[in-house]
């Protein structure tokens, strides 16, 4: 049994080793001349946020070079046009928010779709939710798409650039923290909340 063990952690580090989002060795700093498979994962990753516009190589050059730095011009952090721990943040974070756009939003209006990330971004900056984008995220029950699974669906392109426009200080839900549907709201706690605006199919709320 133990042995078992073992091998299926050997096998679960052999996994993290090759995604992008989750290596460790990723947050080191990646720049130009590298080479591998870090390089290949972090052009797989800026290709579906569109900044990077041919097929991935593994080899870290002029032109990952500079969508990097479009990607840290549009997060407004340092450009330098090298991944560190502060833009690997950004990456994931980017991920993560186009994941909850997907999984929450996917039928909304592209206005909707911002509109739904913003509302994770301004949890994590008011004093009564965490200070994190995993820790609003992974609350329990904070969010019907990591509840029932749907997060876990591969995001479009709209999603990703969703996710973006809300992280470059795009709110379309004006302030708002929480948002429902409410032909399918169940919570009888969540109407009481002061509605700040509607957008397609979700009340914004405070």
């Known amino acids: 049994m133990l042995k078992k063990s073992i091998i299926i952690l050997f096998l ?3 996994v993290m080793g ?3 989002g989750e290596s460790a060795h990723a947050a080191s ?6 080479r591998g498979g870090h390089v290949y994962q972090l052009q797989r990753q800026l290709k579906k946020m569109g900044y990077f516009h041919t097929q991935p190589t593994g080899y870290y050059g002029p032109v990952t070079r500079e969508s990097v730095r479009r990607f840290q011009s549009d997060m407004h ?7 560190g721990k502060n833009t690997y943040n950004h990456l994931r974070n980017v991920e993560k928010l186009a994941h909850t756009v997907y999984g929450e939003a996917r039928g909304e209006s592209y206005i909707g779709q911002v ?3 913003a509302v994770v971004l301004n949890r994590v900056d008011s004093a ?3 200070n994190t984008i995993d820790g609003v995220l992974f609350q329990t029950n904070a969010f019907t798409a990591v509840h029932d699974g749907q997060y876990h669906l591969s995001p479009n392109h709209t999603a990703y650039r969703a996710a973006i426009d809300a992280m470059r200080g795009w709110d379309p ?3 708002s923290y ?3 549907n409410p032909s399918i709201a169940t919570s009888k706690w969540i109407l009481t909340r002061p509605v700040v605006k509607r957008i397609g199919g979700h009340v914004f709320a405070r």
């Open 12 to 14: 679960s580090f052999l």
């Open 18 to 20: 090759f995604d992008f």
């Open 29 to 34: 700093l990646l720049k130009q001349g590298d």
């Open 77 to 83: 952090i340092m450009q330098n046009g090298m991944v």
């Open 115 to 117: 509109a739904v990330a």
């Open 128 to 130: 009564q939710f965490p």
């Open 173 to 175: 839900s004006s302030g």
């Open 178 to 180: 929480y948002y429902y």
